[in-house]
Antibody, heavy 119, light 107 residues
Framework: QVLLVESGGGVVQPGRSLRLSCAAS????????IHWVRQAPGRGLQWVAV????????YYVDSVKGRFTISRDDSRNRVYLQMNSLRPEDTAVYYC????????????WGQGTLVTVSS | DIQMTQSPSSLSASVGDRVTITCRAS??????LAWYQQKRGKAPKRLIY???TLHSGVPSRFSGSGSGTEFTLTISALQPEDFATYYC?????????FGQGTKLEIK
């Protein structure tokens, strides 16, 4: 079955960096785009970024452009989210999620990793 | 960016009730809409994709309809396990955007 496991979350000071990792299994990783979606405590879902199946196309929400970078390593079945210049408003649970090739929407999600930006 | 307006933000209902949640898009998104259910402390799960297609394994009491700018999620007869928060997601263009969520509570 599809399995997505995030790691790398933690407590970090404002202005510092953190890299999240998403390990995937149960599907042909190189055939699918992968998203990052976040959820601030007590708030709704916010789409953050996506990387295409071949890594050529990347899109970001405006609030993270220039600070976050999404990448993938198909040899390790992993997607990464490099987060620089972190702000308190980046505090959230970060989910990685797989794109449904046919329908286009997200079909499966990981369990999430919590990032807390605080001094 | 496409704005998704979801209503109501909260809803109180009883087991066996029929409930409807609505999402409106700020411009046409064809049928590029999905619905998700999220329980407290858990990751979301997809219920509906392409506006009206049931995700594998989802009970048939869930249904979706709409196209263009107006979409609905209907639960025909609420079960205890359905009390959760529901979100719509448009994936017609980037950035993808979610509705604000509807918290479905037991009356």
């Amino acid at each position: 079955q599809v399995l997505l496991v995030e790691s790398g979350g933690g407590v970090v000071q404002p202005g510092r960096s953190l890299r999240l990792s998403c390990a995937a299994s149960g599907f042909i990783f190189g055939d699918y785009a992968i998203h990052w979606v976040r959820q601030a405590p007590g708030r709704g879902l916010q789409w953050v970024a996506v990387i295409s199946y071949d890594g050529r196309d990347k899109y970001y929400v405006d609030s993270v452009k220039g600070r976050f970078t999404i990448s993938r390593d198909d040899s390790r079945n992993r997607v990464y989210l490099q987060m620089n210049s972190l702000r308190p408003e980046d505090t959230a649970v970060y989910y990685c999620a797989k794109r449904d090739y046919g329908a286009g929407s997200i079909d499966y999600w990981g369990q999430g990793t919590l990032v807390t930006v605080s001094s | 960016d496409i704005q998704m307006t979801q209503s109501p933000s909260s809803l109180s209902a009883s087991v066996g009730d029929r409930v409807t949640i609505t999402c409106r898009a700020s411009q046409s998104i064809r049928n590029d809409l999905a619905w998700y259910q999220q329980k407290r402390g858990k990751a979301p799960k997809r219920l509906i994709y392409a506006a009206s297609t049931l995700h594998s394994g989802v009970p048939s009491r869930f249904s979706g309809s709409g196209s263009g700018t107006e979409f609905t999620l209907t639960i025909s007869a609420l079960q205890p396990e359905d009390f959760a928060t529901y979100y719509c997601l448009q994936h017609s263009s980037y950035p993808q955007t979610f509705g604000q969520g509807t918290k479905l509570e037991i009356k």
